[in-house]
DNA sequence: TATTGTTATACTCTATAACTATA
DNA sequence: TATAGTTATAGAGTATAACAATA
């Protein structure tokens, strides 16, 4: 259980809240992206960890499902992460039967990687989970508020190509 | 110079785009922020390079600007970070003479963390480089979708206490 | 020659546990 | 007893370099 404890911390302290009483950082993008970031991705890897699954291996899943079967360098890529790292998330996944790696017939130097019936099992779960934490994290913006955001990280995504 | 390349991997294969062509991703807060937040660091991380300074020391010094001196332990806590991490991060920012400790006369087991006037000139510079960055980080934004995702991650961590 | 997967290795960031000095 | 700082250690996540198999 490598989880962070962001939450405790400043629980027993609230008079500390960084984003108030430091003006720089209240307009600081990487700050208040980060540090956000980081809440939610807390929030989804105690919630999934009973699965367990983490939220790398839940995005991987959702590659492959609505994609198909990638070879583990084209899942990389997607998934923007090295090449070295993916042999290893592969092979937790593989241990734990949510994903076959299976010889390309037409490409022999590649493995393409197929979710298992356990997998897509495993992957409807994670999904309703993420989303429960997601609507708890995001319960203090209306639904326009979000949607905005959301826009505006697509753009944001989109014009710098990842 | 251990920055991942987050941009490189998709560039030359900008049809996998996973944004677009993953629709759950698209709805994913924790993906979109993740990501986002990622690119940014990544950033502001090569930008200040340099100086050196990491965007984690940046944040520290804002806090040592706008606070006054703090103890290693009261500064853990605004930057939700273990006060075991923080003996590293200070030991890094006192060998560059950005901060220097001094034993607080009225607790003599707690250090007082200050800055120097090096660490000023540097923080001055740094937030300098930080802001063009997220100024070209933000370009695809108009100033009001901006400012309105900015209100919409304070919001957010204000009532997530951190 | 170039690419895919792999292994070995290392770096960064973070945490936990146990210690010392002080309260 | 409790807290501040420290040290030693470990884990997660990521990368680079070198290699074998295949194209």
Redesign the pocket.
Request: no cysteine; aromatic share 0%.
């Given at each position: 259980m490598?989880?962070?404890?962001?939450s405790e911390?400043v629980l027993d302290q609230p008079q500390e809240n960084s984003v108030e009483l430091v003006p720089g950082l209240a307009h600081s993008a990487g700050f208040l992206i980060n540090r956000s970031g980081r809440i939610i991705r807390e929030r989804i890897?105690a919630a999934l960890e009973p699965l367990p699954l983490?939220?790398?291996e839940l995005g991987i899943l959702r590659i492959l499902e609505a994609r198909g079967p990638l070879?583990?360098?084209?899942?990389?890529r997607v998934h923007?992460?090295?090449?070295?790292?993916?042999?290893?998330?592969?092979?937790g996944l593989e241990h734990r039967e949510f994903v076959v790696?299976m010889r390309?017939t037409?490409?022999?130097?590649?493995?393409?990687?197929y979710l298992t019936p356990r997998g897509r099992k495993t992957l409807a779960r994670a999904i309703k989970i993420a989303q429960k934490v997601q609507d708890e994290f995001l319960a203090p913006l209306s639904t326009e508020e979000w949607e905005s955001m959301r826009l505006s990280l697509i753009k944001l995504l989109s014009h710098h190509r990842l």
């Open positions: 490598a989880m962070t404890k962001l911390h890897t983490t939220p790398q070879s583990q360098h084209a899942l990389s923007s992460i090295d090449r070295t790292t993916m042999v290893h998330v592969i092979d790696r390309n037409s490409d022999r130097r590649s493995h393409l990687v």
